[in-house]
């Protein structure tokens, strides 16, 4: 193998591997995908073939191996280990940064398939409208729609919880101010 091309592959395996999670959400699955991906793109340079758009080649790959994997999974089923609940302990954790990311992972999950690809290959990976569009086969308007259907999709799912937590907060602070001025003497109803 050419050594600048072994880079240059080496250079998106980041990229690659964050997306294949993205659509896979599990971490051995998407190396499976990407190493998938990696392998074809390597057997086409092999044989000869050009490609002009590295990156674009590379992702449409990883976006139809897991297509087809979709599809293989439809027609045989999936395979459920019978541990899988007892691995899955929830608690919730403490840092507001790391929920935050989870409730938007949440909510792209709830997203359908075409405009959470779209979300993430722009959003994520930050790929022009045009590549998403050549990554995914389709037309560049319809990436737009897409793209715009999810984000305001992401957004009306994420805003009701910052409401929440904004009112929340602000319940918090009204009652520390009333504690406040119960502490210095002055008349108030806490609570």
Same mark, same amino acid.
């Given at each position: 193998?050419d050594?600048?091309?072994?880079?240059?592959? #080496?250079?998106?395996?980041?990229? @690659?591997?964050?997306?294949?999670? $993205?659509?896979?959400?599990? $971490?051995?699955?998407?190396?499976?995908? !990407?190493?998938?991906?990696?392998?074809?793109?390597?057997?086409?340079?092999?044989? *000869?073939? +050009?490609? @002009?758009?590295?990156?674009?080649?590379?992702? %449409? =790959?990883?976006?139809? !191996? #897991?297509?087809?994997?979709?599809?293989?999974?439809?027609?045989?089923?999936? #395979?459920?280990? =019978?541990?899988?609940?007892? =691995?899955?302990?929830?608690?919730?954790?403490?840092?507001?940064?790391?929920?935050?990311?989870?409730?938007?992972?949440?909510? @792209?999950? +709830?997203?359908?398939?075409?405009?959470?690809?779209?979300?993430?290959?722009?959003g994520?990976?930050?790929?022009?409208?045009?590549?998403?569009a050549?990554? @995914?086969? =389709?037309?560049?308007?319809?990436?737009?729609?897409?793209?715009?259907?999810?984000?305001?999709?992401?957004?009306?799912?994420?805003?009701?919880?910052?409401?929440?937590?904004?009112?929340?907060?602000?319940? #918090?602070?009204?009652?520390?101010?009333?504690w +406040?001025?119960?502490?210095?003497?002055?008349? %108030?109803?806490? *609570?």
């Amino acid at each position: 193998m050419d050594h600048t091309v072994g880079e240059v592959l #080496h250079a998106y395996i980041k990229s @690659l591997r964050r997306y294949a999670i $993205s659509l896979t959400r599990d $971490s051995n699955e998407a190396d499976d995908l !990407v190493q998938e991906c990696l392998k074809r793109a390597l057997t086409y340079i092999h044989d *000869g073939g +050009k490609i @002009l758009n590295m990156r674009a080649y590379l992702f %449409t =790959i990883l976006h139809n !191996v #897991h297509r087809d994997e979709m599809g293989r999974r439809q027609r045989n089923g999936t #395979h459920v280990p =019978i541990d899988t609940d007892s =691995i899955r302990l929830a608690y919730a954790p403490p840092q507001d940064t790391h929920m935050e990311c989870r409730d938007l992972s949440e909510a @792209l999950d +709830k997203l359908p398939t075409d405009q959470r690809q779209v979300v993430l290959l722009v959003g994520l990976e930050g790929l022009s409208y045009q590549m998403a569009a050549e990554v @995914l086969g =389709i037309p560049i308007g319809t990436v737009m729609s897409r793209l715009s259907r999810g984000r305001n999709a992401l957004r009306n799912m994420t805003a009701i919880e910052v409401v929440t937590q904004n009112e929340s907060k602000k319940n #918090h602070q009204q009652e520390a101010e009333g504690w +406040k001025r119960l502490v210095k003497g002055e008349k %108030t109803h806490v *609570g």
